[in-house]
């Protein structure tokens, strides 16, 4: 072996061990710099800021986050902050954030009410699924649902053995809050499942069953509109919608084929009119 490539070979073993000299060394370092992270008292949750939370108290947001507090913010378990929300009826979800160096965000995203209820003359507030957010509330403006079912537990949905009935009404309440039409038909009654009505003012309107709710109360707007139920008193049979019937003080009338036949409404449902 020549001495160059004696030479050589040395060079290429001071390399070596230097290489593995400096990534001991990186090791290290980057050992102690996550042991800092995860020990430093610099890094335990001290604070907590709260947003977007309307009907929920804000201190209540602000308890779910105590236990973390002390807690490693690198560490922390965000499932306790949405464990401890969910016991809210309100609480719809939550957007959890580390914010270096010690503190939480958490930005509620609640429920929103939008019917209100009413049974035995008290009024609760529901979503448009039917889960149970309030009881004895104030009225909200939205839709009325009559009903006889008893109230759940809050946060439960008053339809939960009923998925028909929480499709009605969910669909009502979809259409009600598109309805353009200066005509408003905000009540639902789901009393019976065989006859669904609705009312204007005095006047019942009687939709049978859930099917073509669309088409039913759409043609229940065309007549209102067309003047047929002006001093009417007795109701409006939709429960076929082709074949509409008015029922006033024992006399029975059909409304001319323009009130009911829904003319112009594929070029008004861009436009969302009426449920």
């Given amino acids: 072996m020549s001495l160059k490539e004696i030479q050589e070979r040395i060079e290429r073993k001071k390399r070596r061990r230097k290489k593995r000299i400096l990534t001991v060394l990186l090791m290290f370092a980057l050992s102690a710099g996550v042991v800092f992270l995860l020990k430093a008292p610099y890094f335990m949750v001290e604070k907590v800021t709260v947003s977007g939370q309307m009907e ?3 201190g209540f ?18 499932q306790t902050i949405t464990e401890h929300l969910k ?3 309100y609480f719809s979800s ?21 019917v209100n209820y009413y049974s035995n003359g008290v009024y609760s507030l529901l979503t448009e699924q039917g889960q149970l957010l309030d009881v004895g509330a104030n009225p909200i403006e939205g839709v009325t649902l009559i009903d006889t079912r008893p109230l759940p537990e809050l946060g439960a949905n008053i339809y939960e ?11 009502f309440v979809v259409l ?34 859930g099917d073509s709710l669309k088409e039913k109360l759409n043609a229940a707007i065309n007549i209102i509109l067309s003047g047929h139920l002006d001093e009417v008193k007795g109701y409006l049979d939709l429960a076929y919608v082709d074949d509409p019937v008015i029922f006033d003080a024992g006399r029975i009338t059909t409304p001319s084929d323009d009130g009911v036949s829904g003319e112009g409404e ?5 436009e969302g009119n009426e449920e």
Avoid: C
């Avoid at 939550?94 to 160096?101: F, G, M």
């Avoid at 006859?195 to 019942?204: F, W």
């Fill in 266 to 270: 594929e070029d008004q449902d861009e």
């Fill in 94 to 114: 939550a957007e959890i954030k580390r914010v270096l160096p010690n503190g939480i965000s958490i930005k509620v995203k609640e429920h929103t009410a939008k």
């Fill in 176 to 209: 009600h809050d598109r309805n353009t039409s200066v005509v408003e038909l905000p009540v639902l009654d789901l009393t019976e499942s065989s006859n669904i009505r609705t009312y204007y003012h005095d006047t019942e309107i009687r939709l049978g069953y």
């Fill in 87 to 89: 016991k809210h009826p």
């Fill in 56 to 58: 929920i108290p804000k």
């Fill in 161 to 171: 053995d009923a998925p028909e009935k929480m499709r009605i009404l969910e669909t």
């Fill in 61 to 78: 947001v602000e308890e779910s986050a105590r236990p973390l507090f002390g807690e490693n913010i690198f560490l922390m378990k965000t």
